[in-house]
């Protein structure tokens, strides 16, 4: 019996005409029956990439009448609030797209509101892969195109944000050239390079347009193609549970289930942007007027993903600035500006590396940590998270100061101190919650779980029942491995010196006594798991608890 | 309402214990089709029964109805999405036009969420289609080992070198080293094919058009400024120099600045009563002003956003960018944020007619601090 429906005959031609070329059936249906491990946070990504099509399509559309020329022009257009004021091409043809073109004012938003999710969802997508250990081997060249890309986002975003030559965009122009201006020795050459001589001059938006729309877009689509191609040939990573395995991945397959799923979430994706777009105004650049150089308005605001640059420019004070030789370092621009940038994107790019020499892991994980299981990576990540927000915030100093009536020297006090103080204390933190966890965990897997079932012994005493975890529990329980995976060695060699003084001869000189230290920090906290069975912990509650599952084990 | 609530009874799970693997599944013994007492040999899907947990045709009915509702109001929203087009034309076709941006929003509204509402619907009902209709997989195949065997990782790398050796290019250094030698020049020539995308900088940032006996406008209104225009204490005006067109020497119309031009010489004037002026101004800045009227570049020396707020009281210039602050009685020093140079200071006084001239330039570099900013010519 076959209820199969015969494909159409057109179909099978087609088909049929293409395989007879490319010789495709059998790695055809071996990627048709690719898997897609289930869960809730492996669709971050997926907002990203959709968001990505969608500023595709639109930019494509706004090319259409957008005119990258700093030429001057008097406006004469439909919008009479700004007729015979002074401006750009530039701005005159944004003005254009947004009264003169039908959904011209739509897409501009959706290109917009994109450009915020599409960051947004990056960034939600990278601390999940963070967190979880995705990483880890054989995944860390993923990982650094993973970077590359969030990179070059926020790069694309901040020259997409500086086309219409409004105010605030000619104003984030304007703080990027005062940036560049910083640099020691090449910076003048840097920033007259760029602009084709001085600010604002007449060349700067035609090359930022080819960089937004040509270039960068083009490398971040090869990058994005390579990132789903490593991610296809090696699977997707996947949690613990039962029946996954660093062999196994389970989940849905790619065709029926995953590619009507996800075509599913691509409509949900693409109606939230364009629902945002039609109801919640961005960017009106009608209302701001063109740049000049020397107008401004106070409370301005970047785009959220250049918030955490505008607060470390404002928060570091000018204290270190310094001269040689009469020449200028203007520290406190050089060190928000690039520095501080430097280190977040740096430091992410070195973690997997970082991590993999500090603990000698080189084996391969295909299923996540947990974040509690990795404690000192969780705290590592809170901290690096605690320290963005907080620049994020002195980004929007003066709206808070504003807000709620504090005076406006005092937030900038208070940030310069929390963005010190703020991620040691959610290093700890996180860490301390970590271990909770892994102690809470410990117990269910013991003794199992707490059922909230009250009872009373023959003596009169009144116990909780502990019931026995699911197998899926035990098995999630069960996954954590923390301290095996550090090489012994290091640890060992620690110990040693520690004890007697004889140094072991991995760590001998400076870098292995501190890879030595440094595996030590990173494990020495960890609540070790070895030899624990599933509810063998004879718990003093456990008494009345236990016949009770030795009955259920009965009716089984 | 979902899957989960097929939870085994001991609930300690997280709820993916329905995803268990070959265990019994409430789902499952509705999955086959009937009259087949062997699933397994009988099953008329692309993957094993045992992975995937269809749902019932009762089930699977009242989805398609509602998944069908989905797609029909997303039909009719896109209907209503040419009807949102051609309702609102563009300007010169009639009323009502975008280009009223209050019409505009409502354009923007009606088509907005006619498209939204599609979109919402097609993704409603795949979803729903996707839950209800498909059965519920859960399929499991092998991750490949990805490292090579050390036979295969020896063979390809034997074969590489063998081959290497055999085109030459391991045992003939001189060709190795002048086709290296080849490429420099090349992979420079990108770098040098740059040189021709703006001037060297020379000493052009530390110049402005400021000179001596130039008149001050005040900008946007290209009106000359006269002393007594800023008589009154706290008073402020943003001045940008007076160039003349045809007539000149006072007589011509007043150009419009470039841009560039406008970034550099923008300034303020603020007139301080005359006993607020600090100690800490030399006498040679004091020289500058002119009866109390100060001349300050508006450019922040942070990173350049225009110090546009003058608070009258404490003579304090704050730029709202990066918080600033700069102190006008005081030579413009820094009293508070990131910018470390003061203000540069125009030295001002009046001419024969009453208006204020500049006489000189800026006295330090304006804008952004530089590598060579406060470095003599």
Same mark, same amino acid.
């Given at each position: ?7 159409? =005959? ?23 029956? =690719? ?102 081997? !054989? ?39 005062? &940036? ?93 942007? *364009? ?26 605001? !970047? ?76 705290? &590592? ?47 700890? *933190? ?127 | ?18 995803? &268990? ?43 398609? =109805? ?72 859960? &399929? ?58 703006? !001037? ?23 009106? !000359? ?153």
């Amino acid at each position: 019996m076959s209820t199969t429906t015969q494909a159409p =005959k057109a179909l099978r031609g087609v088909g049929n005409w293409i395989d007879d070329r490319f010789h495709l059936a059998k790695t055809g249906e071996k990627n048709l029956r =690719k898997v897609f491990p289930n869960h809730w946070s492996f669709m971050l990504g997926e907002i990203a990439l959709y968001s990505f099509i969608i500023l595709l399509v639109t930019g494509v559309f706004l090319t259409l009448w957008f005119n990258p020329s700093m030429a001057h022009t008097t406006y004469e257009g439909s919008y009479q609030r700004l007729n015979g004021v002074q401006m750009s091409e530039a701005y005159e043809s944004t003005l254009r797209i947004d009264f003169d073109v039908r959904g011209g004012f739509l897409v501009r938003q959706i290109h917009h509101w994109a450009a915020l999710i599409f960051v947004a969802s990056l960034v939600a997508h990278m601390l999940r892969v963070f967190f979880t250990g995705a990483f880890r081997k !054989p995944r860390e060249i993923n990982w650094l195109i993973g970077v590359g890309i969030f990179t070059l986002a926020m790069l694309e975003g901040l020259f997409g944000y500086s086309l219409p030559d409004d105010l605030p965009s000619g104003m984030g122009v304007r703080i990027l050239q005062g &940036v560049m201006l910083s640099l020691p020795v090449v910076g003048t050459y840097v920033s007259m390079f760029l602009f084709g001589g001085e600010f604002p001059g007449e060349d700067i938006i035609p090359r930022l347009y080819m960089l937004h729309i040509l270039l960068i877009p083009g490398i971040l689509l090869a990058l994005i193609a390579a990132h789903f191609m490593i991610l296809w040939h090696q699977k997707h990573t996947q949690y613990p549970g039962t029946g996954r395995s660093e062999k196994k991945v389970v989940g849905t397959p790619m065709f029926p289930g995953f590619a009507v799923k996800a075509g599913g979430f691509f409509f949900f994706v693409f109606a939230v942007i *364009v629902g945002l777009s039609a109801f919640v105004q961005i960017n009106p650049i009608h209302l701001f007027g063109p740049f000049t150089p020397t107008a401004i308005t106070s409370g301005l605001q !970047p785009d959220w993903y250049m918030g955490f640059m505008e607060g470390s420019l404002r928060i570091f004070p000018n204290w270190l600035d310094f001269q040689v030789f009469g020449y200028a370092v203007p520290i406190g621009v050089l060190v928000p500006g690039l520095v501080i940038p430097g280190i977040i994107f740096g430091g992410l790019a070195a973690w997997p590396f970082l991590e993999q020499w500090i603990t000698g892991d080189k084996r391969v994980h295909n299923v996540a940590d947990r974040p509690r299981n990795a404690p000192v990576r969780t705290a &590592v990540g809170v901290a690096g998270v605690v320290f963005y927000g907080i620049l994020w915030l002195a980004g929007a100093n003066d709206i808070l100061s504003h807000t709620f009536s504090i005076s406006l020297y005092w937030t900038t006090y208070f940030f310069r101190v929390t963005a010190i103080v703020g991620p040691i204390i959610g290093f700890i *933190v996180a860490k301390r919650i970590c271990l909770g966890l892994q102690r809470r965990d410990l117990e269910t897997l013991e003794h199992g779980y707490e059922s909230g079932t009250i009872q009373q012994l023959p003596s009169g005493e009144f116990i909780e029942v502990h019931k026995e975890s699911s197998q899926d529990t035990v098995h999630v329980l069960e996954s954590k491995t923390a301290v095996d995976r550090i090489d012994d060695e290091a640890i060992a060699s620690v110990e040693e010196s520690e004890s007697d003084g004889v140094e072991a001869p991995a760590a001998r000189g400076l870098k292995g006594r501190l890879r030595a230290k440094l595996a030590h920090w990173y494990t020495k906290d960890n609540v070790s798991f070895e030899g624990v069975e599933a509810h063998t912990g004879h718990h003093l509650h456990h008494g009345a608890g236990h016949e009770e599952h030795e009955e259920m084990a009965g009716s089984h | 309402m979902t899957d989960k609530s097929k939870n085994n009874d001991n609930g300690a799970s997280d709820g993916s214990a329905d995803r &268990v693997i070959g265990t019994p599944s409430p789902a499952e013994g509705t999955a086959i089709v009937a009259g087949s007492d062997d699933p397994g040999a009988e099953h008329p899907g692309a993957y094993p029964p045992e992975e995937t947990h269809a749902h019932s045709e009762e089930q699977q009915r009242r989805a398609e =109805k509602t998944a069908s509702m989905w797609f029909l109001i997303a039909f009719l929203a896109g209907i209503g999405f040419f009807v949102a087009y051609f309702a609102f034309p563009p300007n010169g076709e009639g009323e009502p036009a975008i280009a009223d941006p209050q019409i505009g929003q409502y354009s923007n509204m009606a088509l907005g969420g006619t498209l939204a509402l599609a979109l919402f619907g097609i993704g409603a009902g795949m979803t729903v289609w996707a839950r209800w209709i498909m059965p519920h997989y859960e &399929v499991s195949t092998p991750y490949d080992d990805l490292s090579s065997s050390s036979e295969e990782k020896g063979s390809f790398g034997d074969f590489f070198m063998r081959s290497a050796d055999e085109s030459g290019f391991t045992k003939r250094p001189l060709l190795r080293r002048t086709l290296l030698l080849s490429m420099v020049p090349l992979g420079l020539a990108p770098i040098v094919l740059l040189r021709d995308t703006g !001037p060297l900088p020379g000493d052009k940032l530390k110049h402005t058009l400021w000179e001596d006996g130039l008149r001050m406008v005040v900008e946007g209104t290209n009106k !000359p400024i006269k002393e007594a225009d800023l008589a009154e204490d706290g008073a402020m005006i943003t001045a940008f120099p007076l160039v003349e067109g045809e007539g000149g020497e006072h007589g011509g119309e007043a150009q419009h600045l470039s841009l560039n031009d406008q970034a550099k010489t923008v300034v303020l004037l603020i007139k301080i009563p005359e006993g607020d002026f600090k100690p800490g101004m030399t006498e040679q800045q004091m020289n500058w002003t002119h009866n109390g009227i100060v001349a300050y570049s508006k450019i922040c020396t942070h990173v350049g956003c225009p110090a546009a707020l003058y608070e009258r009281g404490s003579h304090r210039i704050l730029c709202p960018c990066h918080q600033s602050t700069f102190d006008a009685a005081d030579g413009a020093k820094v009293v508070f944020g990131p910018a470390h140079r003061p203000l540069p200071q125009l030295p001002i006084g009046v001419d024969d007619e009453g208006y204020l001239i500049a006489k000189g330039d800026f006295s330090e570099a304006v804008g952004p601090t530089f590598w060579d900013a406060e470095k003599g010519d």
